[in-house]
């Protein structure tokens, strides 16, 4: 069972900087693609960024030009640097890999106050 764990959420003020981490328990090049998908009270869960295993990358326009997703195959983990953060951006993040099927993290909660 594959297990993917985030971390680095928390609060910041509107305009700061967080770093999302998620390390996986197996190799992460075994994985068609990785990514982050954040969920707000009341609304759908939402694909914010995504990495393939060829290194291609997507955003959603939402975060295009503020957030930068990457993948570390040497530690197994995939990130997610985001910049200039709204009070819009506030939700639990929750890391993805999918080859076969979806794996899940446990989510972790971003605040952003205004």
């Known amino acids: 069972q594959v297990q993917l764990v985030e971390s680095g959420g928390g609060l910041v003020q509107a305009g700061g900087s967080l770093r999302l981490s998620c390390a996986a328990s197996e190799r992460i090049f075994s994985f068609n693609s990785l990514g982050w998908y954040r969920q707000a009270p009341g609304k759908q869960r939402e694909l914010v960024a995504s990495i393939s295993s060829g290194g291609s990358t997507y955003y959603d326009w939402f975060v295009k030009g503020r957030f930068t997703i990457s993948s570390d195959n040497a530690k197994n983990t995939v990130s997610l640097e985001m910049n200039s953060l709204k009070p819009e951006d506030t939700a639990v993040y929750y890391c993805?890999?999918?080859?076969?099927?979806?794996?899940w993290g446990q989510g972790t909660q971003v605040t952003v106050s205004s």
């Open positions: 993805n890999a999918h080859n076969v099927r979806s794996y």
